[in-house]
């Protein structure tokens, strides 16, 4: 079992920045490949952000050139950085990890980003 924990989240002003952390309870990033995700009210939960084992990212189109995603293995930890957010960026993020060898998918519980004036 993988439990996933996420924090980082709460209010911050249109244009503003917050950093999402997602820790891991155990090493997994060697054959897992890990994901954030996220959901508005009335919303299907969309891709965010990916991360594979290897180190290869790819983006949602809504979200390049200002959210990064990164890992640090020491840790057991995946980061979103967000940056120049904006009011539709407005959800419950979720941190998600998939097994690159057998249909393994584990979810953390949720942090919210709320962006407003």
């Known amino acids: 079992q993988v439990q996933l924990v996420e924090s980082g989240g709460g209010l911050v002003q249109p244009g503003g920045s917050l950093r999402l952390s997602c820790a891991a309870s155990r090493n997994i990033f060697s054959t897992y490949a890990m994901g954030w995700y996220r959901q508005a009210p009335g919303k299907q939960r969309e891709l965010v952000a990916r991360?594979?084992?290897?180190?290869?990212?790819n983006y949602a189109d809504f979200v390049k050139g200002r959210f990064t995603i990164s890992r640090d293995n020491a840790r057991n930890t995946v980061y979103l950085q967000m940056n120049s957010l904006k009011p539709e960026d407005t959800a419950v993020y979720y941190c998600?990890?998939?097994?690159?060898?057998?249909?393994?998918?584990?979810w953390g519980q949720g942090t919210q980003v709320t962006v407003s004036s």
């Open positions: 991360i594979s084992s290897s180190g290869s990212t």
């Open positions: 998600n990890a998939v097994n690159d060898y057998v249909t393994y998918t584990y």
